[in-house]
């Protein structure tokens, strides 16, 4: 696994993982990478600016180690394919495109999505911690970043 870096110049992250057999979902131009034959989410990656962007002190809710798997509305995924977020994924209301952003410079954290929402917290890798809801919607996502750069 690479360094999870986000660059200030260029107000993106970085890629982390080799994403074969894999299609994206977007939000705005963020992207989230999923394995297309088990729905797991495996890296955030993509053009994400932190200009209107809260800074505030982040606490990364507890959490336990595990998989987050994407609820589809549309089965007809290709390897390789980006797709809307809000569009595919079944989000049960809570869609993403205009969630606040947070970011912590000193935790190093990012966070898109309802920052005070926690029912079950799941980290899916070393930069990705995904808060869900009752019935497994993404609610909130946390990326922890190695460096800004």
Do not use: W
Not at 104 to 126: H, P, R
């Amino acid at each position: 696994m690479n360094d999870k870096i986000y660059s200030k110049k260029n107000h993106s992250i970085s890629k982390t993982e080799k994403c074969e057999n894999t299609f994206s979902l977007t939000i705005n131009f963020f992207e989230l990478a999923f394995e297309i034959d088990t729905l797991k989410l495996v890296d955030v990656f993509g053009f994400f600016p932190l200009i209107k962007a809260i800074e505030t002190n982040i606490n990364l809710p507890s959490y336990i180690r595990g998989d987050y798997c994407i609820r589809l509305r549309n089965n007809d995924i290709k390897k390789d394919e980006i797709y809307s977020y809000n569009k595919v994924a079944y989000t049960n209301g809570s869609e993403f495109q205009n969630s606040k952003i947070y970011y912590d410079f000193e935790k190093k954290l990012i966070c898109i999505g309802e920052i005070d929402f926690v029912y079950i917290a799941i980290m899916v890798n070393d930069n990705i911690v995904c808060i869900l809801d009752e019935n497994g919607i993404l609610r909130c996502l946390y990326i922890l970043i190695d460096r800004f750069e």
